[in-house]
Nanobody
């Protein structure tokens, strides 16, 4: 049984930083792709970052390139999203996702993931 639990969200001023954490159980990091998606109010869920242990691929969208970094700790079964230079448009509910079958070309697509956490809210505001 795969379970993903996010934490680390909160209120931060523009230009600030946050580190989101995802505790993953029932996941073998050597075989799973882990990802972060986000959903702003009134918008569709959007890709944030991903990392595949199998392929080494780690795509990240242009909107957060240079500001967001995904990492994982295999010993602790944790995935992290380090977010720097936060902007008001980064305000969203952030979800952790996992898949044992997603292919590289589908890593940016939410339909490629079959396990999801409940999300953690990030609000960037002064």
């Amino acid at each position: 049984q795969v379970q993903l639990v996010e934490s680390g969200g909160g209120l931060v001023q523009p230009g600030g930083s946050l580190r989101l954490s995802c505790a993953a159980s029932g996941v073998t990091f050597t075989r799973y792709t882990m990802a972060w998606f986000r959903q702003a109010p009134g918008k569709e869920r959007a890709f944030g970052a991903a990392v595949s242990q199998r392929t080494g691929s780690s795509p990240i969208p242009d909107s957060v390139e240079g500001r967001f970094t995904i990492s994982k700790d295999k010993a602790k079964n944790m995935v992290y999203l380090q977010m720097n230079s936060l902007k008001p448009e980064d305000t969203a509910l952030y979800y952790c996702a996992a898949s044992g079958t997603v292919i590289v070309s589908q890593m940016r697509v939410q339909a490629g993931y079959n396990y999801w956490g409940l999300g953690t809210q990030v609000t960037v505001s002064s």
